[in-house]
C-alpha cells in the first residue's frame, strides 16, 4: 500500500469532496437525476480505491503468504478478497 498511498489519499480527498458537494445538492434541492448522477460518480470512485487496494494486497501480501508456504491463510485471503468485491 505505501507505493500507492499518495494515490489513494488524492482520490479520498477527490471524494470527500463529491460528498461535500453531494450534500450541497440535497441542501439545495437539486434535481434528482442531477443528484443520482453525481452519488454514481462517487460509487465509481470508491471503487477505483477498492480495486487498488485490492490489486496491492493479492500482489503483494498475498504473493508473500504463498511464498513463506501460508497457502491456506493466502487462499482464504484470496476468497475472502473476492467475496467483498462480489457484494
Given at each position: 500500500?505505501q507505493?500507492n498511498?499518495p494515490?489513494?489519499?488524492?482520490?479520498?480527498?477527490?471524494?470527500?469532496g463529491?460528498?461535500?458537494?453531494?450534500?450541497?445538492?440535497?441542501?439545495k434541492?437539486?434535481?434528482?437525476?442531477?443528484v443520482?448522477?453525481?452519488?454514481?460518480a462517487?460509487?465509481?470512485?470508491?471503487s477505483?480505491?477498492?480495486?487498488?487496494l485490492?490489486?496491492?494486497h493479492?500482489?503483494?501480501?498475498?504473493?508473500?503468504?504463498?511464498?513463506?508456504?501460508q497457502?491456506?491463510?493466502?487462499?482464504?485471503?484470496?476468497?475472502k478478497?473476492?467475496?467483498?468485491?462480489r457484494?
Amino acid at each position: 500500500m505505501q507505493t500507492n498511498k499518495p494515490k489513494l489519499i488524492r482520490h479520498l480527498k477527490i471524494i470527500e469532496g463529491q460528498i461535500r458537494g453531494l450534500q450541497n445538492m440535497i441542501e439545495k434541492d437539486t434535481y434528482c437525476i442531477d443528484v443520482i448522477t453525481q452519488t454514481s460518480a462517487i460509487k465509481q470512485s470508491l471503487s477505483s480505491i477498492e480495486d487498488t487496494l485490492m490489486e496491492g494486497h493479492l500482489g503483494h501480501c498475498v504473493v508473500n503468504q504463498i511464498k513463506k508456504g501460508q497457502t491456506e491463510k493466502a487462499t482464504g485471503e484470496i476468497l475472502k478478497v473476492y467475496r467483498l468485491k462480489r457484494k
